[in-house]
């Protein structure tokens, strides 16, 4: 593997978890609301899907 590939993956692995909100309920985590209990934006939805598309095995 190229040192540019490795490096982007860890770029963006760092990334994600800087960007990422921390869930701290049970609701949080498992239905993905936020603390005022709204449901996930249409955007976030989107990029979970084409993420899962992404990564699914052949």
Known sequence: MSTVLIGAIIFMAIATLIVSPR?????GFF???DEQGAAPSLL???LSQVTTW???AP
């Open 44 to 46: 976030t939805l989107i």
């Open 54 to 56: 992404i990564l699914r």
């Open 31 to 33: 239905r993905g609301v």
């Open 23 to 27: 869930r701290t309920t049970v609701d």
